[in-house]
């Protein structure tokens, strides 16, 4: 066989021979071996995972070139235009509104970088479900966004592709496509629960085949080409489908693909089977008891196929629809004709594999291939669903399906193209109406036995996980482009199918309220609901009317309008619904009624239809206006705690209907359609069917006592302030009554800032926008920023050091509170009650702060309504009608008299009412007045309908119906006057009865306008005491009718208001209103009187006859109000009242004592060092004779002395710090790293520098010799910090003990002996112990002595001898060691141990001093590294150094030193040389290369306390000659060898001056030439010239160089004095430091001679010859220069100065980090994080959680703060931009530095816009690491069990 010889021969060679053989013009032998190589390479039967065929195709495709060349090749014949490039989820990509026409188009970042969009509106986003890049591609994006590659189309020049080139690719492909199609097919089997796993293995498998075509689609578009043919070409695929006669497994493989193919339809094949047979019989019988067995409870089974019960009523609907649809292709199984067709086929059912997806989303660049792809989408669309409702992973799947079809439909070409071609929008509507079919149930709104509609079941899994999300999404994407909408709206079938498919939304979710007990489980099916409804009904709807905007498009909207109300007119029928609701039920749905709402709105609004033509007869819009009227009553019920019992999910539900996403499709249309209805019908019916609603039609009686069966008492207030707002709104709102859409956007922000001052996100989040997010505009951002600087000010983040971040927000401006601020619009968008409140204060604010109302609260402000659209004028008759006006006036009556249950919000939507009636007269028709029905009446109530007559209208008599336990029937004996003071109760007044049979009164008008024969008609109008019927029968009292004499009018009730409210009698004088029209601005803010004057005002200036009542009724003096004391219920209301102003006057005295004691508690410990603490420092206040110190237990509350017995301690936290160890020579900040080329080097730092010191020692030199030369604790050294408070120690362990038994969740752990501070809160773990101390010793402690200076050098070796005392065992040495042991344990082991043995008493030792070293030299950086002015005063924190050293001290007395080793005779003798030292043993170190302020604080801790300060000042004279000498020696080594041979001349000449030994030229001199006994001390440095040697050395740079080089030793001496002995910091300027601190010392007199400015020599004090014992010191180093001369000379130089520490210098631009990092792989794993972050303080880059990085169980961020910052670590979250705090075991998230343009973070660059760096954050950052206090700042920290 050719093939079996083929194949042994090199792929190479083969390859070059074939293609040679194919090029002949006669290429059939060519063409043959070919096929038979590729027979055997390319056999199915292989396992896949053999790579053996894919090198074949490689090398075959490639030719005799490599692949690699080969495709270098290709790609140069690259004609594409557009870049294509495809990413999967998470992928970081970027959106330009500027530049986009589809609102879906982005950019990847390569393309964004290289095109030009500064100032646009663009922003970063994360990718959710993939997506690719639309740069090159003019439909969806404007070409001057396009990047330079693509600007250029460099497809045009681009030479034609050679022949030969692709030829074996066009022969080899084809048979490799089959190859995998084969093997996709054999894998496959029908999913059983066990093969689910299978599928994956099969593309497991395939993985590196699928890989190869993708790289194929990568080369450019000669090769996509080429793939595309093969593809789509038709013949190839019959020839190759089938699998050759011969070949079993081919043909196996085909049987396989036909039966998978089988359900591919909508119509399974079976199910045609049944229904064709089962028509007949089926249409036959009535539908219910197939919906019956729907509605039964949804078995396991019902989900699938076989549940014949449940599945009737789909298949039957199913049936129905397959005929109705025009095109039978979508039911029936799919056909296949090419290879891009099956491989679409197996996809789908292999649940769209990722690399499937990508590789079929990179052939798009290809414009046929696009067009061929969109069209087999569209073929497999149903099947997708079908696949996507099977499917365990929908959610993956959804955002599959989604990355491939937002690709095609966004493009309107296309998606109009297959509209016409393959009846797109049938097949989307079909296969949604097909979808949720499988998921109906029967509704229970209203009639539950008969109703026939159906609706979702919104707990199916369909609705819950939001499975249909990503059809309905491709719907409103391809209805965004105008052409295609157009079709759908021209054809009457899809729309009619469209609104069957809108009703099975309507009335969804339906709650019933629970009357008897609470509902056991609490449904959150609502979330389904409302998202169901948002995206499936509302948002195609938006996406609709915006191509209904012009007149040209009047016909569609009333095509939609008139099938709105023809479906409508089904559903009522369906439900059973005539004209009354069934009780307690309510559903938010009603999605019907909002498309019939909002396209009259657009009709009117932008079409200019007139409305009549669009509305139905009066019968439809009662019944229309039944339902939203109920959501609005229902949500009333909901806040008055009516529906309790159904569980918090109901007040849920309340909540998403009016929250800002779906404000705008819910409660808006719901409004607006109950305006178009009160506009209609007739007000007096419209007005009592919403009283009757909000079920308070029996309250609103004269009487003062009634019965409600429909309401409690205490929910009858809230019900009636709900009916009364909800009317306020109803005539009030325009927002589609005439408002433009700028006026729109104005009004909801100003609502949004009054509530709250926002920030710039919240504010677009907040403001509804067309919910469309598809409609291309982003909430209105046209003009989105220029409102928002007219109506705020931007209030800039500001930052507290202890205060929580702010960011930047928006606040009104004044004129805003003043002029626009509409409680009405805020009341209605409020999604908490809180919210209105909150609104209300921030508007009394303002005006106090403004001085217009600064007595009492003042009342939600009456604004002015833009007018109404003259379509909407009916809507004003609702304020003209009498039904409202006897409302008006029984609650005008009710509230004066002080009846139960009336409120000042009740008063003021009345007043509220009364005002927009004056405001909006109606043209009023005399014709049509019907004479007032007087029944038994005395007068009737009004005469005729206008409010403005009707307000001066005096009504003398009422008669009311009330129990017999009334009042008003006790006194009924009495002379009539006496019922005037009625105080009584409602049951059904005959005068009344026109009002409050208001029920009936309702009925008879709806009967009528149904009916209209009037002898139906006068059966329905039902005996008058018809509302009697609320009663339940066995009521007991008896209801009874009296007459009440009543003699007022609504102007006098108004006027008797006014006294009322002002508490004044003849508040208003006879005069006032002439005086009123002087002024009449002042009325538009106050309160309740206020408003009252300006609606008298008003009604003056409009009818002369209320301006004379008026004038009238304030010139009678009125008596007091009588009634009051004869109603009980009025007097205890009115106690009530009394009792709680009472109240909130005491709760307001206390409250102020509190406040005033917290200030003052505020002032002590705030102060820099509080009283007590003071006192314990300063021991040597000389009015402290006799006393002890006295300390305070903030416990106990006890004062007193620490004892021995009893000691007291002060709180203190312990935490190991690295702050020391980060800080380098340079005072500027290191730069993080952004490039490859940038890095940061961590050996410059004091840390580093430490450590190698040390090491080098140790090297030479004994090891308990080396451990007291040098301090630790550079890094991973103790820090204490104390808030100041002190407490008995015993308290405290009880207190630790009560927190223990405490089970509340605390931020800290109890077990590690944290606590918080019992009076100030302040985070601690431990509790420093205060030495009892009398302070007589003090006195002559202080008292300086004239010794001289060698004998007090003798009384300090004396003192050094005496042997380490053991103290007492007592309770106060327990304390102390634990103390130590708690220091011990704060920091790690490796921070202790630095000796070669560790844990021996050496190392214990150096670990004790170096906490002591640690605490000044942190004390040093707060206080700005100096002690200069600034540093003098400055960072006083409250320290605990004192006590701290006396806990020391006595753990270190313990320790004798060895007196033969004792430093302090090396510094103060000369020894005769002792060379008797064994070999073996290592010399001490010299004391030239020991650490002065080391031996400094080893003295004063081992000597016996408490020292003297004369001792002390010895130390530091005598420590001084020794760090003056190191100075010198370190200066000598700078030189150049010419110059220190000048120096040591010049200086001999001095050795003799009488003052030599203070002179530091003979000292230089001396020095130099004692270091150059040996050669090699100075040889080292002489081939690197020392930095500085091209200067040369003048004096006063010497004296410069020395007393920079001492200063460090001054200034800790300095601080050690202030602490031990209460000395005064001098604060000096800086440029004095030296000598001050000198002075401070007493090393110098404090006035230095001004003749002599070289003053550091003169501090010296020597005791014996300075240059004998200068010459001991010189020569311990040349001893051993020998030997290691390079060594001890970088001993010899060390460098002191350290500058402050800081964080990384960041870069401006957040991007910047963002692009570098978020790609960049970890070192550890070499993988991209999922998370990663960067340590600011170092800049290493780590994984944050990845359990790649995981050391001993260790996430790699806290085990970085363990090594980085000993257990402190700042991490920036590079996909977050924010940044955390690692503390130990805890953690917090501190805010971000970065912020956008409008001052906000962006967590989690959700928004994706810029972020730079704000300065400030940073800078309060950096202080909160230097200060150590974010445990105190930051308030939320949790455990991070390592986990980060």
Same mark, same amino acid.
């Given at each position: 066989?050719?093939?079996?010889?083929?194949?042994?021969?090199?792929?190479?060679?083969?390859?070059?021979?074939?293609?040679? +053989?194919?090029?002949?013009?006669?290429?059939?032998?060519?063409?043959?071996?070919?096929?038979?190589?590729?027979?055997?390479?390319?056999?199915?039967?292989?396992?896949?995972?053999?790579?053996?065929?894919?090198?074949?195709?490689?090398?075959?495709?490639?030719?005799?070139?490599?692949?690699?060349?080969?495709?270098?090749?290709?790609?140069?014949?690259?004609?594409?235009?557009?870049?294509?490039?495809?990413?999967?989820?998470?992928?970081?990509?970027?959106?330009?509104?500027?530049?986009?026409?589809?609102?879906?188009?982005?950019?990847?970042?390569?393309?964004?970088?290289?095109?030009?969009?500064?100032?646009?509106?663009?922003?970063?986003?994360?990718?959710?479900?993939?997506?690719?890049?639309?740069?090159?591609?003019?439909?969806?994006?404007?070409?001057?966004?396009?990047?330079?590659?693509?600007?250029?189309?460099?497809?045009?020049?681009?030479?034609?592709?050679?022949?030969?080139?692709?030829?074996?690719?066009?022969?080899?492909?084809?048979?490799?496509?089959?190859?995998?199609?084969?093997?996709?097919?054999?894998?496959?089997?029908?999913?059983?629960?066990?093969?689910?796993? +299978?599928?994956?293995?099969?593309?497991?498998?395939?993985?590196?085949?699928?890989?190869?075509?993708?790289?194929?689609?990568?080369?450019?578009?000669?090769?996509?080409?080429?793939?595309?043919?093969?593809?789509?070409?038709?013949?190839?695929?019959?020839?190759?489908?089938?699998?050759?006669?011969?070949?079993?497994?081919?043909?196996?493989?085909?049987?396989?693909?036909?039966?998978?193919?089988?359900?591919?339809?909508?119509?399974?094949?079976?199910?045609?089977?049944?229904?064709?047979?089962?028509?007949?019989?089926?249409?036959?019988?009535?539908?219910?008891?197939?919906?019956?067995?729907?509605?039964?409870?949804?078995?396991?089974?019902?989900?699938?196929?076989?549940?014949?019960?449940?599945?009737?009523?789909?298949?039957?609907?199913?049936?129905?629809?397959? &005929?109705?649809?025009?095109?039978?292709?979508?039911?029936?199984?799919?056909?296949?004709?090419?290879?891009?067709?099956?491989?679409?086929?197996?996809?789908?059912?292999?649940?769209?594999?990722?690399?499937?997806?990508?590789?079929?989303?990179?052939?798009?660049?290809?414009?046929?291939?696009?067009?061929?792809?969109?069209?087999?989408?569209?073929?497999?669309?149903?099947?997708?669903?079908?696949?996507?409702?099977?499917?365990?992973?929908?959610?993956?799947?959804?955002?599959?399906?989604?990355?491939?079809?937002?690709?095609?439909?966004?493009?309107?070409?296309?998606?109009?193209?297959?509209?016409?071609?393959?009846?797109?929008?049938?097949?989307?509507?079909?296969?949604? #109406?097909?979808?949720?079919?499988?998921?109906?149930?029967?509704?229970?709104?209203?009639?539950?036995?008969?109703?026939?509609?159906?609706?979702?079941?919104?707990?199916?899994?369909?609705?819950?996980?939001?499975?249909?999300?990503?059809?309905?999404?491709?719907?409103?994407?391809?209805?965004?482009?105008?052409?295609?909408?157009?079709?759908?709206?021209?054809?009457?079938?899809?729309?009619?199918?469209?609104?069957?498919?809108?009703?099975?939304?309507?009335?969804?979710?339906?709650?019933?309220?629970?009357?008897?007990?609470?509902?056991?489980?609490?449904?959150?099916?609502?979330?389904?609901?409302?998202?169901?409804?948002?995206?499936?009904?509302?948002?195609?709807?938006?996406?609709?009317?915006?191509?209904?905007?012009?007149?040209?498009?009047?016909?569609?909207?009333?095509?939609?309008?008139?099938?709105?109300?023809?479906?409508?007119?089904?559903?009522?029928?369906?439900?059973?619904?005539?004209?009354?609701?069934?009780?307690?039920?309510?559903?938010?749905?009603?999605?019907?009624?909002?498309?019939?709402?909002?396209?009259?709105?657009?009709?009117?609004?932008?079409?200019?239809?007139?409305?009549?033509?669009?509305?139905?007869?009066?019968?439809?819009?009662?019944?229309?206006?039944?339902?939203?009227?109920?959501?609005?009553?229902?949500?009333?019920?909901?806040?008055?705690?009516?529906?309790?019992?159904?569980?918090?999910?109901?007040?849920?539900?309340?909540?998403?209907?009016?929250?800002?996403?779906?404000?705008? *499709?819910?409660? +808006?249309?719901?409004?607006?359609?109950?305006?178009?209805?009160?506009?209609?019908?007739?007000?007096?019916?419209?007005?009592?069917?919403?009283?009757?609603?909000?079920?308070?039609?029996?309250?609103?009686?004269?009487?003062?006592?009634?019965?409600?069966?429909?309401?409690?008492?205490?929910?009858?207030?809230?019900?009636?302030?709900?009916?009364?707002?909800?009317?306020?709104?109803?005539?009030?709102?325009?927002?589609?009554?005439?408002?433009?859409?700028?006026?729109?956007?104005?009004?909801?922000?100003?609502?949004?800032?009054?509530?709250?001052?926002?920030?710039?996100?919240?504010?677009?989040?907040?403001?509804?926008?067309?919910?469309?997010?598809? &409609?291309?505009?982003?909430?209105?951002?046209?003009?989105?920023?220029?409102?928002?600087?007219?109506?705020?000010?931007?209030?800039?983040?500001?930052?507290?050091?202890?205060?929580?971040?702010?960011?930047?927000?928006?606040?009104?401006?004044?004129?805003?509170?003043?002029?626009?601020?509409?409680?009405?619009?805020?009341?209605?968008?409020?999604?908490?009650?809180?919210?209105?409140?909150?609104?209300?204060?921030?508007?009394?604010?303002?005006?106090?702060?403004?001085?217009?109302?600064?007595?009492?609260?003042?009342?939600?402000?009456?604004?002015?309504?833009?007018?109404?659209?003259?379509?909407?004028?009916?809507?004003?008759?609702?304020?003209?009608?009498?039904?409202?006006?006897?409302?008006? @006036?029984?609650?005008?009556?009710?509230?004066?008299?002080?009846?139960?249950?009336?409120?000042?919000?009740?008063?003021?939507?009345?007043?509220?009412?009364?005002?927009?009636?004056?405001?909006?007269?109606?043209?009023?028709?005399?014709?049509?007045?019907?004479?007032?029905?007087?029944?038994?009446?005395?007068? *009737?109530?009004?005469?005729?309908?206008?409010?403005?007559?009707?307000?001066?209208?005096?009504?003398?008599?009422?008669?009311?119906?009330?129990?017999?336990?009334?009042?008003?029937?006790?006194?009924?004996?009495?002379?009539?006057?006496?019922?005037?003071?009625?105080?009584?109760?409602?049951?059904?007044?005959?005068?009344?009865?026109?009002?409050?049979?208001?029920?009936?009164?309702?009925?008879?008008? @709806?009967?009528?306008?149904?009916?209209?024969?009037?002898?139906?008609?006068?059966?329905?109008?039902?005996?008058?005491?018809?509302?009697?019927?609320?009663?339940?029968?066995?009521?007991?009292?008896? #209801?009874?009718?009296?007459?009440?004499?009543?003699?007022?009018?609504?102007?006098?009730?108004?006027?008797?208001?006014?006294?009322?409210?002002?508490?004044?009698?003849?508040?208003?004088?006879?005069?006032?209103?002439?005086?009123?029209?002087?002024?009449?601005?002042?009325?538009?803010?106050?309160?309740?009187?206020?408003?009252?004057?300006?609606?008298?005002?008003?009604?003056?200036?409009?009818?002369?006859?209320?301006?004379?009542?008026?004038?009238?009724?304030?010139?009678?003096?009125?008596?007091?109000?009588?009634?009051?004391?004869?109603?009980?219920?009025?007097?205890?209301?009115? +106690?009530?009242?009394?009792?709680?102003?009472?109240?909130?006057?005491?709760?307001?005295?206390?409250?102020?004592?509190?406040?005033?004691?917290?200030?003052?508690?505020?002032?002590?410990?705030?102060?820099?060092?509080?009283?007590?603490?003071?006192?314990?420092?300063?021991?040597?206040?000389?009015?402290?004779?006799?006393?002890?110190?006295?300390?305070?237990?903030?416990?106990?509350?006890?004062?007193?002395?620490?004892?021995?017995?009893?000691?007291?301690?002060?709180?203190?936290?312990?935490?190991?710090?690295?702050?020391?160890?980060?800080?380098?020579?340079?005072?500027?900040?290191?730069?993080?790293?952004?490039?490859?080329?940038?890095?940061?080097?961590?050996?410059?730092?004091?840390?580093?520098?430490?450590?190698?010191?040390?090491?080098?020692?140790?090297?030479?030199?004994?090891?308990? *010799?080396?451990?007291?030369?040098?301090?630790?604790?550079?890094?991973?050294?103790?820090?204490?910090?104390?808030?100041?408070?002190?407490?008995?120690?015993?308290?405290?362990?009880?207190?630790?003990?009560?927190?223990?038994?405490?089970?509340?969740?605390?931020?800290? &752990?109890?077990?590690?002996?944290?606590?918080?501070?019992?009076?100030?809160?302040?985070?601690?773990?431990?509790?420093?112990?205060?030495?009892?101390?009398?302070?007589?010793?003090?006195?002559?402690?202080?008292?300086?002595?004239?010794?001289?200076?060698?004998?007090?050098?003798?009384?300090?070796?004396?003192?050094?001898?005496?042997?380490?005392?053991?103290?007492?065992?007592?309770?106060?040495?327990?304390?102390?060691?634990?103390?130590?042991?708690?220091?011990?344990?704060?920091?790690?082991?490796?921070?202790?141990?630095?000796?070669?043995?560790?844990?021996?008493?050496?190392?214990?030792?150096?670990?004790?001093?170096?906490?002591?070293?640690?605490?000044?030299?942190?004390?040093?950086?707060?206080?700005?590294?100096?002690?200069?002015?600034?540093?003098?005063?400055?960072?006083?924190?409250?320290?605990?150094?004192?006590?701290?050293?006396?806990?020391?001290?006595?753990?270190?007395?313990?320790?004798?030193?060895?007196?033969?080793?004792?430093?302090?005779?090396?510094?103060?003798?000369?020894?005769?040389?002792?060379?008797?030292?064994?070999?073996?043993?290592?010399?001490?170190?010299?004391?030239?290369?020991?650490?002065?302020?080391?031996?400094?604080?080893?003295?004063?801790?081992?000597?016996?306390?408490?020292?003297?300060?004369?001792?002390?000042?010895?130390?530091?004279?005598?420590?001084?000659?020794?760090?003056?000498?190191?100075?010198?020696?370190?200066?000598?080594?700078? @030189?150049?060898?010419?110059?220190?041979?000048?120096?040591?001349?010049?200086?001999?000449?001095?050795?003799?001056?009488?003052?030599?030994?203070?002179?530091?030229?003979?000292?230089?001199?001396?020095?130099?030439?004692?270091?150059?006994?040996?050669?090699?001390?100075?040889?080292?440095?002489?081939?690197?010239?020392?930095?500085?040697?091209?200067?040369?050395? *003048?004096?006063?740079?010497?004296?410069?160089?020395?007393?920079?080089?001492?200063?460090?030793?001054?200034?800790?001496?300095?601080?050690?004095?202030?602490?031990?002995?209460?000395?005064?910091?001098?604060?000096?300027?800086?440029?004095?430091?030296?000598?001050?601190?000198?002075?401070?010392?007493?090393?110098?007199?404090?006035?230095?001679?001004?003749?002599?400015?070289?003053?550091?020599?003169?501090?010296?004090?020597?005791?014996? &010859?300075?240059?004998?014992?200068?010459?001991?010191?010189?020569?311990?180093?040349?001893?051993?220069?020998?030997?290691?001369?390079?060594?001890?000379?970088?001993?010899?130089?060390?460098?002191?100065?350290?500058?402050?520490?800081?964080?990384?210098?960041?870069?401006?631009?957040?991007?910047?980090?963002?692009?570098?990092?978020?790609?960049?792989?970890?070192?550890?794993?070499?993988?991209?994080?999922?998370?990663?972050?960067?340590?600011?303080?170092?800049?290493? @880059?780590?994984?944050?959680?990845?359990?790649?990085?995981?050391?001993?169980?260790?996430?790699?961020?806290?085990?970085?703060?363990?090594?980085?910052?000993?257990?402190?670590?700042?991490?920036?979250?590079?996909?977050?931009?924010?940044?955390?705090?690692?503390?130990?075991?805890?953690?917090?998230?501190?805010?971000?530095?970065?912020?956008?343009?409008?001052?906000?973070?962006?967590?989690?660059?959700?928004?994706?816009?810029?972020?730079?760096?704000?300065?400030?954050?940073?800078?309060?950052?950096?202080?909160?690491?230097?200060?150590?206090?974010?445990?105190?700042?930051?308030?939320?920290?949790?455990?991070?069990?390592?986990?980060?």
């Amino acid at each position: 066989m050719m093939a079996a010889l083929l194949l042994r021969r090199d792929k190479k060679s083969t390859a070059a021979h074939l293609k040679s +053989d194919l090029n002949r013009t006669d290429n059939s032998s060519g063409v043959r071996q070919l096929q038979e190589l590729l027979d055997s390479v390319l056999n199915p039967e292989k396992p896949p995972a053999d790579t053996e065929a894919l090198d074949w195709c490689k090398c075959l495709i490639a030719g005799e070139e490599g692949f690699e060349e080969f495709c270098k090749t290709v790609r140069s014949y690259d004609n594409a235009t557009l870049c294509g490039l495809v990413w999967t989820a998470n992928f970081v990509a970027y959106r330009c509104r500027t530049c986009g026409i589809s609102p879906c188009m982005s950019l990847c970042a390569e393309c964004f970088n290289n095109g030009d969009h500064t100032g646009h509106d663009f922003n970063m986003f994360r990718s959710q479900a993939g997506g690719a890049c639309d740069c090159g591609d003019s439909n969806v994006m404007r070409e001057t966004g396009f990047c330079r590659r693509h600007r250029l189309r460099t497809g045009e020049n681009v030479p034609s592709v050679p022949r030969d080139l692709l030829l074996m690719s066009e022969m080899v492909l084809p048979r490799f496509i089959i190859c995998i199609i084969q093997y996709l097919r054999d894998g496959y089997t029908e999913p059983d629960t066990s093969a689910e796993r +299978d599928l994956q293995k099969v593309l497991q498998q395939l993985e590196p085949q699928i890989t190869f075509l993708e790289e194929l689609t990568k080369m450019g578009g000669a090769m996509r080409t080429v793939l595309t043919k093969i593809l789509t070409n038709q013949q190839t695929f019959k020839d190759l489908s089938m699998g050759q006669e011969e070949n079993v497994f081919a043909k196996k493989n085909y049987e396989n693909y036909l039966s998978a193919l089988k359900n591919s339809g909508l119509v399974s094949v079976e199910e045609k089977a049944q229904t064709g047979a089962a028509e007949p019989t089926r249409g036959s019988e009535t539908g219910a008891l197939g919906l019956l067995g729907a509605a039964a409870p949804s078995s396991s089974e019902s989900n699938k196929e076989e549940d014949q019960d449940g599945q009737s009523i789909g298949q039957r609907k199913r049936v129905k629809l397959s &005929s109705s649809t025009k095109d039978p292709s979508i039911m029936d199984s799919l056909k296949h004709k090419c290879f891009l067709e099956e491989l679409l086929f197996w996809t789908i059912k292999y649940e769209f594999p990722q690399k499937m997806v990508t590789f079929l989303l990179n052939m798009l660049p290809d414009q046929d291939y696009k067009i061929t792809f969109t069209k087999t989408f569209v073929q497999h669309y149903a099947f997708i669903m079908k696949t996507l409702m099977k499917s365990q992973e929908s959610d993956t799947m959804s955002n599959r399906i989604v990355h491939i079809s937002v690709q095609l439909f966004s493009n309107e070409d296309l998606a109009r193209h297959v509209t016409e071609e393959c009846q797109l929008l049938d097949i989307m509507v079909t296969v949604l #109406l097909y979808m949720m079919e499988s998921c109906l149930i029967k509704s229970e709104l209203q009639d539950e036995e008969n109703s026939r509609h159906v609706v979702v079941n919104c707990s199916e899994a369909l609705l819950k996980n939001n499975t249909y999300w990503p059809l309905v999404s491709d719907f409103i994407n391809i209805l965004s482009h105008q052409s295609v909408a157009k079709k759908f709206l021209e054809d009457h079938s899809l729309l009619m199918l469209w609104m069957s498919f809108v009703s099975f939304f309507q009335g969804m979710n339906l709650n019933k309220r629970e009357l008897s007990e609470h509902v056991e489980f609490e449904s959150q099916t609502y979330y389904a609901a409302f998202a169901a409804e948002l995206e499936a009904c509302a948002q195609p709807m938006w996406g609709l009317l915006t191509h209904c905007k012009v007149k040209e498009t009047q016909e569609y909207t009333k095509t939609v309008v008139r099938y709105c109300l023809e479906t409508l007119q089904i559903w009522f029928d369906a439900i059973g619904f005539v004209d009354e609701l069934a009780p307690n039920q309510v559903t938010f749905h009603l999605p019907l009624h909002r498309y019939y709402a909002m396209f009259l709105s657009k009709a009117v609004k932008c079409q200019g239809l007139d409305l009549e033509s669009l509305l139905p007869d009066q019968e439809m819009l009662m019944r229309i206006m039944v339902h939203p009227l109920q959501i609005q009553a229902s949500l009333s019920e909901i806040h008055s705690n009516m529906w309790v019992r159904n569980g918090l999910q109901i007040k849920g539900q309340a909540m998403t209907y009016v929250q800002s996403h779906f404000c705008n *499709s819910m409660i +808006d249309p719901d409004i607006f359609l109950l305006q178009v209805c009160a506009s209609r019908l007739d007000p007096d019916y419209f007005i009592s069917s919403v009283f009757e609603r909000f079920k308070v039609v029996d309250l609103l009686t004269m009487a003062s006592v009634h019965q409600n069966t429909a309401l409690d008492g205490e929910q009858e207030r809230p019900m009636l302030e709900g009916a009364l707002t909800f009317l306020v709104i109803l005539s009030s709102l325009r927002i589609h009554l005439g408002m433009a859409d700028d006026e729109i956007l104005r009004a909801e922000m100003v609502s949004q800032l009054c509530m709250n001052d926002r920030t710039h996100s919240s504010l677009l989040d907040l403001i509804p926008e067309n919910p469309n997010p598809k &409609s291309g505009i982003v909430p209105g951002s046209c003009s989105f920023e220029e409102m928002l600087s007219a109506v705020a000010d931007f209030k800039a983040p500001v930052f507290e050091l202890g205060g929580s971040m702010q960011q930047g927000m928006y606040t009104p401006k004044a004129e805003v509170w003043e002029k626009e601020f509409d409680p009405i619009m805020v009341i209605l968008r409020t999604v908490y009650r809180r919210d209105v409140q909150s609104a209300m204060d921030r508007y009394s604010a303002f005006l106090k702060q403004s001085g217009m109302h600064t007595t009492g609260n003042p009342w939600p402000p009456y604004k002015e309504r833009t007018p109404l659209h003259p379509c909407y004028k009916g809507l004003d008759r609702l304020l003209h009608c009498k039904t409202l006006h006897i409302v008006i @006036f029984t609650l005008l009556y009710k509230i004066w008299l002080d009846h139960s249950n009336m409120s000042e919000h009740v008063l003021c939507m009345v007043l509220y009412l009364i005002e927009l009636g004056l405001d909006n007269q109606v043209e009023e028709d005399k014709g049509d007045e019907e004479p007032c029905i007087e029944e038994h009446c005395h007068d *009737s109530w009004f005469p005729g309908t206008n409010l403005l007559s009707n307000l001066h209208h005096v009504i003398n008599y009422v008669r009311v119906r009330v129990p017999e336990t009334a009042p008003e029937v006790k006194r009924e004996r009495e002379p009539p006057a006496s019922t005037s003071a009625e105080a009584s109760n409602f049951g059904q007044n005959v005068r009344e009865a026109q009002v409050f049979s208001l029920v009936a009164e309702r009925r008879r008008k @709806f009967q009528e306008i149904i009916n209209r024969s009037s002898t139906e008609a006068s059966q329905a109008v039902r005996p008058k005491s018809s509302s009697t019927r609320w009663v339940p029968p066995g009521t007991p009292p008896q #209801l009874v009718t009296e007459i009440l004499e009543i003699h007022e009018s609504m102007l006098s009730l108004l006027i008797k208001l006014h006294q009322k409210l002002s508490a004044k009698q003849n508040s208003l004088s006879a005069t006032w209103l002439e005086d009123m029209d002087a002024n009449p601005n002042r009325h538009a803010h106050g309160d309740g009187i206020t408003a009252i004057e300006r609606i008298l005002t008003k009604a003056a200036t409009r009818s002369h006859q209320s301006k004379r009542s008026i004038q009238e009724i304030c010139g009678k003096v009125f008596p007091p109000v009588a009634p009051k004391k004869n109603s009980p219920t009025a007097k205890k209301t009115m +106690d009530k009242e009394e009792r709680r102003q009472r109240a909130r006057e005491r709760q307001q005295k206390l409250l102020a004592e509190f406040a005033s004691r917290q200030k003052s508690f505020m002032e002590t410990a705030m102060d820099v060092e509080s009283p007590d603490t003071e006192a314990a420092m300063d021991l040597g206040a000389s009015e402290v004779k006799e006393s002890e110190v006295l300390y305070d237990c903030v416990i106990c509350g006890q004062s007193g002395p620490s004892t021995e017995d009893r000691p007291t301690g002060l709180v203190v936290l312990l935490q190991a710090s690295s702050v020391l160890g980060h800080r380098c020579k340079s005072d500027e900040a290191k730069k993080l790293p952004t490039t490859d080329e940038e890095r940061i080097y961590p050996a410059d730092t004091c840390g580093a520098a430490h450590d190698v010191r040390l090491a080098l020692m140790q090297s030479f030199f004994k090891d308990s *010799s080396c451990l007291q030369s040098v301090s630790i604790g550079w890094d991973g050294g103790v820090y204490v910090q104390t808030c100041g408070h002190t407490l008995h120690i015993d308290c405290h362990k009880s207190y630790m003990e009560s927190l223990r038994n405490d089970q509340v969740m605390q931020g800290f &752990s109890v077990d590690k002996g944290e606590f918080t501070c019992p009076l100030c809160r302040q985070f601690a773990n431990s509790v420093l112990p205060c030495r009892p101390g009398r302070s007589t010793e003090v006195v002559s402690w202080h008292m300086p002595s004239n010794k001289k200076t060698s004998v007090l050098v003798k009384e300090v070796e004396d003192l050094q001898e005496q042997l380490g005392f053991f103290p007492t065992e007592s309770n106060l040495s327990k304390e102390m060691e634990l103390v130590i042991k708690d220091i011990k344990n704060t920091t790690q082991r490796k921070y202790m141990d630095y000796g070669k043995n560790p844990g021996s008493p050496d190392n214990d030792f150096l670990f004790m001093y170096s906490v002591a070293r640690t605490n000044l030299e942190l004390e040093l950086v707060h206080r700005g590294g100096n002690l200069c002015s600034g540093g003098a005063s400055g960072a006083a924190k409250r320290s605990c150094l004192n006590q701290l050293f006396h806990v020391l001290a006595m753990h270190m007395r313990l320790y004798s030193i060895d007196s033969a080793y004792n430093p302090w005779t090396r510094l103060t003798q000369v020894a005769p040389s002792r060379d008797n030292c064994l070999d073996d043993e290592r010399p001490d170190v010299p004391m030239l290369f020991r650490d002065c302020p080391s031996l400094l604080i080893i003295f004063v801790l081992t000597m016996p306390q408490p020292l003297r300060k004369e001792h002390f000042i010895c130390l530091v004279r005598m420590l001084y000659n020794l760090q003056y000498t190191q100075a010198l020696a370190a200066l000598s080594a700078k @030189f150049s060898p010419e110059e220190r041979q000048a120096w040591s001349t010049s200086g001999t000449l001095k050795k003799n001056a009488f003052n030599a030994e203070k002179s530091y030229e003979a000292l230089l001199s001396h020095v130099i030439t004692e270091l150059s006994k040996v050669k090699t001390v100075y040889d080292v440095n002489t081939d690197e010239p020392s930095m500085l040697s091209s200067s040369v050395w *003048s004096p006063q740079s010497i004296e410069y160089s020395l007393q920079q080089f001492c200063l460090p030793y001054l200034r800790l001496s300095c601080l050690l004095q202030h602490h031990l002995y209460g000395d005064n910091l001098s604060g000096c300027p800086e440029e004095e430091e030296f000598s001050g601190l000198a002075g401070c010392l007493g090393l110098l007199d404090p006035a230095p001679q001004p003749s002599n400015p070289m003053y550091s020599a003169s501090c010296l004090d020597w005791t014996v &010859s300075a240059f004998d014992l200068m010459s001991q010191w010189c020569s311990e180093v040349t001893g051993l220069a020998d030997t290691q001369a390079e060594k001890s000379m970088t001993l010899l130089v060390q460098d002191l100065q350290w500058a402050s520490p800081h964080l990384l210098h960041l870069p401006d631009n957040y991007n910047t980090i963002f692009q570098y990092y978020h790609k960049k792989a970890c070192t550890a794993c070499k993988k991209v994080p999922k998370d990663p972050a960067l340590c600011l303080v170092c800049g290493t @880059f780590v994984c944050l959680k990845g359990l790649c990085c995981k050391q001993h169980g260790i996430c790699e961020c806290v085990w970085h703060s363990q090594h980085c910052g000993a257990a402190t670590g700042i991490f920036l979250l590079i996909n977050a931009s924010v940044i955390i705090i690692i503390r130990g075991h805890r953690f917090c998230l501190w805010g971000s530095v970065y912020l956008d343009a409008h001052g906000e973070e962006d967590r989690d660059l959700r928004r994706g816009k810029p972020l730079f760096l704000c300065v400030e954050r940073y800078r309060v950052l950096e202080q909160q690491w230097v200060s150590h206090t974010f445990d105190h700042i930051n308030k939320r920290w949790g455990p991070h069990y390592n986990g980060l």
